[in-house]
Structure formats: C-alpha cells, structure tokens
C-alpha cells in the first residue's frame, strides 16, 4: 500500500551542530547523523495527500529508511490512518493523538479496526451529541438507545460504554457499572460541572476498582468521590474543549492508548481557573459487583 505522510499539527524543528530537535504536541525528539536536513525538509515537505515515491523524488538527499525513521520516532504518521469521513470533516486532530503509539502496519489498516468498533452510550446525552458525531465519522458504531443490562452478554458487547454522568448515584451510573460487569467493554465516565469538567475512572476488563466502589469510597477518596449536586445545562463556554477532550480520550480507548494519567484515577478540570486536580480511584473491599466479575 502506498503511503502518504504526514505531520502531526503543529511540529516545529530546530537543527544546530548537526542535531535536530523535533517537537509535536505528543513528543519531542533529537535526531542525530547523516541525512538530517533531507530529514527536515521531508517533515516540511509532508501534507498527507503527497505519495511517499513522490514526497521521495521531490526532497534531494532522502530516502525510504528516513522516513521510516520519522515513523518509529512518533513524529509522522500514515495519512491512511484517518477515516476518510473523518479526514473530510477537518476530525483528524482527535484522532492524531492516538497515532503514536501505533505502529505504521497498524496505522494503514485503522479504519478497517475502527469500523468494526462500537460505543453504548449511557446517561446525559445531549453534552456528547457532537463526540458521537465524529466517532460516526470514523466508522464507529454508536449506539444511544436505553440499554438493559439484563439483556447481556451477547454476541455484540460494544468495545467502549461511554457514561455522560449528569447526577450521581442515578439509574444511568447503576446500569453502565452493570453493563461493564457483564460485557468485555471498557466504561469511561464523563460529566460537566460548573467550572469544567470530570473525566474518569477509566474502567477496564481488568480494572481493580469499579464505579460502585468509587461512590461506596466517598470518604476515603476525598475530592474524587465528593458527590456533586448541580446540573449543567445549555452550553457552557467551556463545552467545545470538554466535546473535543471526550473525542479524543474515546479514540485513544479503542486503539489502546489511554494516557497514563486516567489509570485509576479521576481528573477534575476548572476552566476558569486552568487547573487540573486527580483523585486516585479505591477499590472497595468485597465489592458486590466488581468482586464477582
């Protein structure tokens, strides 16, 4: 398969003494050796729609193995990699983060995986009208129907369930914990507050805690299993940041790069004030749902 490459949006480089320091919004690198300005130029020449025989041709001095190099490195990736759906929305950047931890193989055959993927949405859904609008667009499956738990498991466990917190201890976090305890799915939760947002736990198939022991811990775990009482409603000026942060925290949940900073852990975030605060998730000894999964 022909390859297109291109850069992650923005990258800047600097060469000095024969040393180039690249730097994405995911990384940054220094280079060394022979062919590092053919390496620079190729980086400045990438658009993700020039072949890479082309992008080749057109760049004195490189060659197939630096541009190889840029791809182990994480500092280009195969414009493959992007549903075209998605690409055509001007959606790539959500999905650019996720790019890399994969390897370029992976990358060529992403929207072929991603189209096999599919999200159960569960609770407040008006917040993540938009987040389900671009997993559409990447060829995910995206269910926001109600959903039984008593009608799992079956053949079509989603790879995600996605709970768009409003109020906790409601029907809408009781029934993704238990859809969680009975699937294979992984469950991210999600919510607004008055300042910003809460992002977490991220619960695995393998998770040591789940959301019934977060809210059984409140005590325990301070600031991460306070109960909040507002409702958020309307459109805060905070609300594309919060849609965008849940676009790309699904995308990084069904290609297996969550960052590390969700690892049992809950993440509030104040707008206002530009901070962020983590709280570490607990597990709750004997566990009426978690210990039998």
């Known amino acids: 398969m022909e390859t297109y490459p291109a850069t992650y949006s923005p990258t800047g480089y600097g060469i000095h003494d024969g040393e180039a320091v690249i730097r994405t919004p995911q990384t940054t ?7 590092i300005e053919a390496i620079c130029s190729l980086l400045t020449a990438m658009d993700g729609t020039t072949a890479a025989s082309d992008l080749l041709a057109a760049v004195p001095d490189s060659d197939p193995e630096q541009l190889e190099l840029l791809y182990e490195a994480g500092l280009a990736y195969d414009a493959n990699a992007i549903p075209t759906e998605l ?31 599919s999200v159960v949405v569960v609770g407040d859904r008006p917040p993540v009208v938009e987040v389900c609008e671009r997993l559409r667009a990447a060829g995910v499956s995206v269910d926001e129907a109600a959903v039984d738990s008593s009608e799992w ?23 993704a914990n238990e859809l969680w305890a009975v699937s294979s799915a992984t469950l991210l939760k999600t919510r607004l507050t008055e300042t910003g947002w809460r992002v977490g736990p991220v619960v695995t198939t393998d998770a040591g805690a789940c959301l019934n ?11 991460g299993g306070q109960l909040f009482a507002e409702t958020i409603t309307g459109t805060p000026p905070y609300m594309d940041a919060y849609t965008d942060t849940v676009t790309e ?45």
Request: aromatic residues 8%.
């Open 153 to 175: 498991p079956h053949a079509d466990d989603p790879d995600v369930i996605l709970l768009s917190e409003q109020l906790e201890r409601t029907d809408a976090w009781t029934t």
């Open 249 to 293: 925290l699904l995308f990084r949940t069904m290609v297996g790069a969550l960052p590390r900073y969700l690892d049992e852990q809950i993440v509030e975030y104040d707008h206002y004030a530009g901070q962020r605060q983590t709280s570490r998730v607990f597990a709750s000894p004997h566990c009426e749902v978690c210990d039998n999964v």
């Open 29 to 35: 690198k220094t280079l060394q050796g022979d062919g």
């Open 87 to 117: 690409a055509a929305e001007g959606w790539e950047r959500y999905l650019e983060p996720a790019l890399p931890a994969l390897s370029h193989t992976t990358q060529q055959s992403l929207p072929a995986q991603l189209a096999t993927r």
């Open 213 to 223: 022991c977060v809210y059984t811990r409140v005590d325990a775990n301070k600031a």
